[in-house]
């Protein structure tokens, strides 16, 4: 099993270097990710767990992107994703005061990204979050709780209707 991980982390890393349209095909063909049509995973994005993610049809992955993806993400169809994003399906357990941190495993919860949604560069998505269709996360928001449909995030308090 830690063999097979080394090898999908080795793997990664290789193909996560290759730039341009190129790269993105190559991607496409040989990370262990659901995906469908039009999908451009950019340089340099680094995905943890690549097989428990699942992509939509026409989906753009900006550069230095990190998806950690150990609690499933699934992004939906015409999806934007700015550069350095960084998407969190798992959080480290830290309750019992008497284990270190390390040693105390995982909880995962699964991210969803609805359809028709732009998350613009720098945001922070946290585990159990889902983001409604037709919404716009500006770019430096923190999103910590759910985003219903139709919506602008401005930060991770604010948030502007719109009707997309």
Same mark, same amino acid.
């Given at each position: $099993?830690? !063999?097979?991980?080394?090898?999908?982390?080795? *793997?990664?890393? /290789?193909? %996560?270097?290759?730039?341009?349209?190129?790269?993105?095909? @190559?991607? %496409?063909? /040989?990370?262990?990710? #659901?995906?469908?049509? &039009?999908? =451009?995973i950019?340089?340099?994005v680094?995905?943890?767990?690549?097989? #428990?993610?699942?992509? +939509?049809n &026409?989906?753009?992955?900006?550069r230095?992107?990190?998806?950690?993806?150990? +609690?499933?993400?699934?992004?939906?169809?015409?999806?934007?994703?700015g550069?350095?994003? *960084? !998407?969190?399906?798992? &959080?480290?357990? /830290?309750?019992?005061?008497? $284990? %270190?941190i390390?040693e105390?495993?995982?909880?995962? =919860? #699964?991210?969803i !990204?609805?359809?028709?949604?732009?998350?613009?560069?720098?945001?922070?998505?946290?585990?159990?979050?889902? !983001?409604?269709?037709?919404? @716009?996360?500006?770019? +430096?928001?923190?999103?910590? #709780?759910?985003?219903?449909?139709?919506?602008? @995030?401005?930060? %991770?308090?604010?948030?502007?209707?719109?009707?997309l």
């Amino acid at each position: $099993m830690r !063999i097979r991980y080394e090898i999908i982390l080795w *793997t990664s890393s /290789f193909l %996560k270097c290759i730039p341009g349209n190129i790269g993105c095909y @190559v991607r %496409k063909l /040989f990370l262990p990710v #659901k995906s469908g049509n &039009n999908v =451009k995973i950019w340089d340099h994005v680094h995905i943890d767990s690549p097989s #428990k993610l699942t992509i +939509g049809n &026409n989906v753009s992955i900006n550069r230095n992107c990190i998806l950690h993806a150990g +609690g499933k993400i699934v992004i939906g169809n015409d999806v934007l994703i700015g550069p350095n994003v *960084t !998407i969190y399906s798992q &959080n480290h357990l /830290f309750s019992d005061k008497l $284990m %270190k941190i390390r040693e105390q495993g995982y909880n995962t =919860k #699964k991210v969803i !990204i609805g359809n028709n949604v732009w998350i613009a560069s720098n945001v922070l998505i946290l585990p159990g979050v889902t !983001i409604g269709n037709n919404c @716009v996360i500006a770019a +430096g928001t923190i999103v910590s #709780k759910s985003i219903p449909d139709n919506l602008i @995030v401005r930060n %991770k308090i604010e948030l502007v209707s719109t009707n997309l």
